[in-house]
């Protein structure tokens, strides 16, 4: 079964570090771009940024550059997302999606992790 | 940057019914990249429709997508008690400037 697991929710204080992460399996993990969504509670989808598993290139968002990481780890198929330091805004649902074609940047997401809810409070 | 915009923002409707969701792009979407996903709450988003008119696997033939250029349509044919959800458009056509619709939510009348 072609399935993305993600990690579990988070609490953390403003500035502190995370890495969240998606494990994906049933599929060729380097075959297949992952995009990682921002949901806001009770609001809509944001595209954050995207990334080739092949050799970890990657796209941001210009609302996600430079505060947002993204990378995979190919031996263990898992893709990450992390933040160096957290801001209260960053409380929010990450979603990670794979992209439905092979080595496709533009493309639609098929396969979706089921979330991790970030709460970042002092 | 390319902008979409979803109407109506809520659609009452009940089931049996059809519903006809509206996304337009402020630039025309290049190859007809243009998704729909539906989304329940509590979950992750699912794939309904891809290049505007593609059902995704495992999706009922209710569900159906038409449009090109800036406007596009989904279309759910006789709406079902499990299709009250919110629906979002996605254009992936202007790499790397990706960007979701703000969503439709089908509520029950």
């Known amino acids: 079964e072609v399935q993305l697991v993600q990690s579990g929710a988070e609490v953390k204080k403003p500035g502190e570090s995370l890495k969240v992460s998606c494990k994906a399996s049933?599929?060729?993990?380097?075959?297949?771009?992952i995009t990682w969504v921002r949901q806001k509670p009770g609001e809509g989808l944001e595209w954050m940024g995207r990334?080739?598993?092949?050799?970890?290139?990657?796209n941001y968002s210009s609302s996600f550059q430079g505060h947002v990481t993204l990378s995979v780890d190919k031996s263990i198929t898992t893709a990450y997302l992390q933040w160096s330091s957290l801001k209260t805004s960053d409380t929010a649902f990450y979603f990670c999606?794979?992209?439905?074609?092979?080595?496709?940047?533009?493309?639609?997401?098929?396969?979706w992790g089921q979330g991790t809810m970030v709460i970042v409070s002092s | 940057d390319i902008v979409l915009t979803q109407s109506p923002g809520t659609l009452s409707l009940s089931p049996g019914e059809r519903a006809t969701l509206s996304c337009r792009t402020s630039?025309?979407?290049?190859?007809?990249?243009l998704a729909w996903y539906q989304q329940k709450a509590g979950q992750a988003p699912r794939l309904l429709i891809y290049?505007?008119?593609k059902r995704a696997s495992g999706i009922p033939d209710r569900f159906s997508g038409s449009g090109s250029g800036t406007d596009f349509t989904l279309t759910i044919s006789k709406l079902e008690s499990e299709d009250f959800a919110v629906y979002y458009c996605?254009?992936?056509?202007?790499?790397?400037?990706?960007?979701f619709g703000p969503g439709t939510k089908v509520d029950f009348k």
């Open positions: 049933g599929y060729t993990f380097s075959r297949h771009w």
């Open positions: 990334i080739d598993p092949r050799d970890s290139y990657s």
């Open positions: 630039q025309s979407v290049v190859s007809n990249y």
């Open positions: 996605y254009h992936y056509g202007h790499s790397p400037r990706l960007a």
């Open positions: 999606a794979r992209h439905m074609k092979e080595v496709a940047p533009d493309d639609a997401f098929d396969i």
């Open positions: 290049g505007a008119s």
